[in-house]
């Protein structure tokens, strides 16, 4: 992260054992079906994304003090969230998919706070070096940059569509998966991480992991 002055963070809600079980067997199926796309492991956190941003590296010490200091007032480990269908994002001829979470007051209030803790240090945009990257920028979406510097316009507030990532597979193979009954579930958040991001939104490096209050 030296190389640049701006870092692509997400701020994200680390899911319990319920869901991490869930989302590796949905990847190890998907990885199946599409054998180049990613594992969910050690460098491709599941995760529920509360907020991306481009903020100055210099400050990523301050940003995570301010999430620390929000999540501080909150009993997460408390929560009871719901798993409720499967979706994907197309990126012709391949989709993103992933497992949609049921929007709650508590995912809502959380969002707002850390929007307006992050506001002092966020940067409007950034570039590819701002990611994680296995092929110097080249696996990094135009569309990724843009969602990311655009995110609190078009993906939070009443647009807020809580999700856990689970991998790419193509697009045939993601329709006759979504048509396919889903048993909804429930789980609750383990913690949160301040992440760098990756290709596809992924949550590649671990910048801060933060503990919750039991």
């Known amino acids: ?9 997400d701020i ?6 319920t869901m991490m079980q ?11 079906a ?10 491709h956190h599941p995760h529920v ?5 481009f903020v100055r590296t210099a400050d990523l010490d301050q940003v995570c003090a301010v999430v620390a200091k929000v999540l501080a007032k909150e009993n997460a480990t408390r929560w009871t969230l ?11 001829p391949i989709g993103l998919a992933g497992i949609v979470v049921e929007p709650t007051d508590d995912l809502h209030r959380l969002q707002r706070e850390l929007i307006a803790a992050g506001a002092p240090f966020t940067v409007k945009t950034g570039a590819a070096p701002a990611f994680v990257s296995d092929e110097q920028g080249r696996d990094i979406q135009a569309a990724l940059i843009s969602y990311v510097g655009n995110f609190v316009t078009i993906a939070a507030g ?11 597979a193509p697009e045939a193979y993601l329709k006759g998966m979504l048509a396919e009954p889903f048993e909804t579930f429930t789980f609750s958040p383990a913690g949160v991480s301040v992440y760098q991001l990756g290709t596809f939104g992924t949550a590649r490096k671990e910048i801060n992991g933060l503990a919750l209050r039991p």
């Open 158 to 168: 009443e647009k807020f569509r809580p999700h856990v990532t689970i991998g790419v």
């Open 49 to 53: 994304t509360m907020l991306q941003q």
């Open 82 to 92: 719901k798993a409720i269908k499967y979706y994907y994002t197309p990126f012709p």
């Open 34 to 43: 599409f054998p180049s796309g990613f594992a969910l492991d050690a460098t």
């Open 22 to 32: 869930q989302a590796c067997a949905d990847n190890a199926r998907l990885r199946t």
């Open 1 to 9: 992260m030296e190389h640049s002055p701006v870092t692509a963070i």
């Open 12 to 17: 994200a809600l680390e899911p319990d054992a």
